[in-house]
Structure formats: structure tokens, C-alpha cells
């Protein structure tokens, strides 16, 4: 009976640890790290504040996990896009996709390095730690994609295909005039992904 009830409270801890770490993902992307309060994702949680320090010994610590969630579901997104279509296809199709007029109007469930670009190199060792594994590993999957993988010319590609998809990102969310966010992604995507 005891083992059964301290089941169901791990269980609901779990839970909403669970909800706190989603709040928190979507929250670092939509209004940055200096952006994200305990208490206002507690409340979307639908906690009380007072229960964050059963989940989190710090707000960092929270900021670390959540930025591992926005930059696994990001990885999740662009390997699922990878292995959607045929091999000599996937690094275009991860492009359109990243480039898209739907991931542009994204924020909070899009990419956590267009979101958090400039903002992650004032943040802790453990974000940034985070940040550069993902950073890595879209790399990787960008190189896996090139007809040349494994040679340095293609790790080289990838790591400019990857700066251009973000920074193009970037710089599309950040201007207030849509023809220029749109000319953004076209461009790169005329030079990254030719049709």
C-alpha cells in the first residue's frame, strides 16, 4: 500500500516536472532567458510557486533543462524531416522546412538557437553547454545529408548550411517588414537548396 501511494506521488512529481520543463521550453523561446520567470512558469504549469524548489534547486538549473528540451524537440523535428523523403533530398527538405513561412511564425515551438541567438553566450556554463551539443549535433545531421560525408569538406558545409539556416532565422524574426523576412529565407534557400 505504502510502495503503491509513493508510486503515485513519484508519478505526479514526474508530472509535473514534466509541465514545468514544457512550460519552460516554450517560454525561453518566446521571451528569452532574462524573459523567463519561476513564477510565470509555475503559473502555466499550474503550480504554485512555492513548488518550484522541489523540481529545480535553481532558476538555472531550470533554464539548462528547458533549453534541453527546446533543442531536442528541434533535433526531433529536423531528423523526422531528414528521414521523410529520399537520402539525396533530406538536406533540402530540412532546409525549406527550417526556412518555412510556418517555422518563421513558430517561435516557441521553433528553433531554440534562432530564438535565443545572442542571449545563450551570457547564459551559464550549463545552457551553453546544451546549446553547443545541439549546435553539434545539427551539424552532424546536416553532414550525414551531403553526398561527401565524412570528409572535411563536408563537415565544412554543413557548419556554413547550418550558420545560414539560423542566422537566416534570426535575422527574419528580428525585421518588422514581411517582404524582407520572406526575401531572407528565399535567398538562402536559392543558394543553400536549389531547385
Given at each position: ?16 516536472h ?23 512558469i ?25 533549453a534541453?528540451?527546446?533543442c ?12 521523410s523523403v529520399?537520402?539525396?533530398q ?39 553547454r546544451?546549446t553547443?551539443?545541439h ?9 550525414r ?7 572535411a ?9 547550418v ?5 537566416t532565422?534570426l535575422?527574419a ?15 538562402t534557400l ?6
Amino acid at each position: 500500500m505504502r510502495s503503491e501511494r509513493h508510486n503515485e506521488r513519484a508519478a505526479a512529481k514526474e508530472a509535473s516536472h514534466e509541465r514545468i520543463v514544457a512550460a519552460a521550453a516554450r517560454a525561453i523561446r518566446r521571451s528569452g532567458y532574462d524573459g523567463t520567470g519561476v513564477a510565470d512558469i509555475m503559473k502555466e504549469a499550474g503550480l504554485t510557486h512555492g513548488a518550484f524548489y522541489a523540481h529545480f534547486p535553481s532558476r538555472e538549473a531550470m533554464l539548462a533543462e528547458a533549453a534541453s528540451r527546446a533543442c531536442a524537440e528541434s533535433a526531433a523535428v529536423a531528423a523526422d524531416v531528414a528521414a521523410s523523403v529520399p537520402p539525396g533530398q533530406a538536406l533540402a527538405a530540412m532546409l525549406h522546412a527550417y526556412l518555412s513561412p510556418e517555422h518563421l511564425a513558430q517561435i516557441e515551438q521553433g528553433c531554440p538557437l534562432a530564438a535565443l541567438g545572442s542571449e545563450t553566450a551570457r547564459q551559464t556554463p550549463d545552457v551553453r553547454r546544451v546549446t553547443t551539443r545541439h549546435i553539434k549535433e545539427m551539424v552532424d545531421l546536416a553532414a550525414r545529408q551531403l553526398p561527401g560525408w565524412g570528409r572535411a569538406d563536408a563537415h565544412e558545409r554543413s557548419l556554413v548550411t547550418v550558420s545560414a539556416m539560423v542566422g537566416t532565422l534570426l535575422l527574419a524574426r528580428a525585421v518588422d517588414d514581411p517582404a524582407l523576412a520572406k526575401g531572407l529565407c528565399e535567398a538562402t534557400l536559392k543558394y543553400l537548396a536549389p531547385a
